[in-house]
């Protein structure tokens, strides 16, 4: 079956430590996005690649860091500067760019110790 | 000022009820989705749409868009219907991957 995989679920960070967030698609889609979602506000964009090897920053990129070696994968850091981690994050897909419909996958919980 | 904003912000009603869910948009917009999310987190798109209306089961969505404004209806509701419901535009002329969310309105269908 096509779709959008994300692991781990659920994932729990120590201060002062770095965590990746892994994100695959099988739908052989260009573009890929990642976005938090915190109680009681819209998701917001974090990193968004249209094509391999490129990404852009969105509108809360820091301390996060991107990567896009395949097509298939757009894995996303956490770093031990991202001062309040906790929250849902979603990653997404789409076949070009925004205007396009998104796909979306199951969301990965971070929690800090 | 959220650039799109959706009311209501809760909502419950009895099974069979018919819903609607509004959404306007200050932007100026190529498209706007609909999306729904579950309990668990998980999020589907339901529509995509820049003009008219579009139809899937019992869901239906229009968009008016002189004055920017969309809605989600829902008829003969049911509790599996339950979720959070959230509407989203890319910008004109924004940067490709910059969709603009709501904050969602949470739907509880009751028995």
């Known amino acids: 079956d096509g779709g959008i995989t994300q692991s781990p679920k659920y994932l729990f960070r120590k201060e002062g430590q770095n965590v990746t967030l892994s994100c695959e698609q099988n739908?052989?889609?260009?573009?890929m996005y990642w976005y938090r979602q915190d109680p009681g506000q819209g998701l917001r964009l974090i990193y968004y690649?249209?094509?391999?090897?490129?990404?852009q920053k969105g509108d809360i990129a820091e301390g996060y860091s991107v990567s896009r070696e395949k097509k298939e994968s757009f894995p996303l850091t956490v770093t031990s500067a991202q001062k309040n981690p906790t929250a849902f994050y979603l990653c997404?897909?789409?076949?070009?760019?925004?205007?396009?419909?998104?796909?979306f996958g199951p969301g990965t919980r971070l929690l800090v110790l | 000022k959220n650039e799109v904003e959706q009311s209501p912000q809760n909502l419950t009603a009895q099974e069979g009820e018919f819903i609607t869910i509004n959404c306007s948009y200050s932007?100026?917009?190529?498209?706007l989705h609909w999306l729904q999310q579950h309990p668990g987190g998980g999020i589907v798109s339901l529509f995509m749409?820049?003009?008219g209306k579009k139809k899937h089961g019992r869901l239906i969505a229009t968009i008016n868009i002189q004055e920017k404004h969309s809605s989600l209806h829902i008829t003969a509701s049911h509790p599996r219907d339950s979720a959070v419901y959230i509407c989203?535009?890319?910008?004109?002329?924004?940067?490709?991957?910059?969709?603009?969310f709501g904050k969602g309105t949470k739907l509880s269908v009751k028995p």
């Open positions: 739908l052989n889609h260009d573009a």
């Open positions: 989203a535009a890319p910008l004109y002329g924004g940067s490709q991957g910059n969709l603009i």
């Open positions: 932007v100026g917009i190529s498209a």
């Open positions: 749409l820049s003009s």
């Open positions: 997404a897909s789409s076949m070009r760019d925004g205007q396009e419909t998104q796909y």
């Open positions: 690649s249209q094509i391999v090897n490129d990404f």
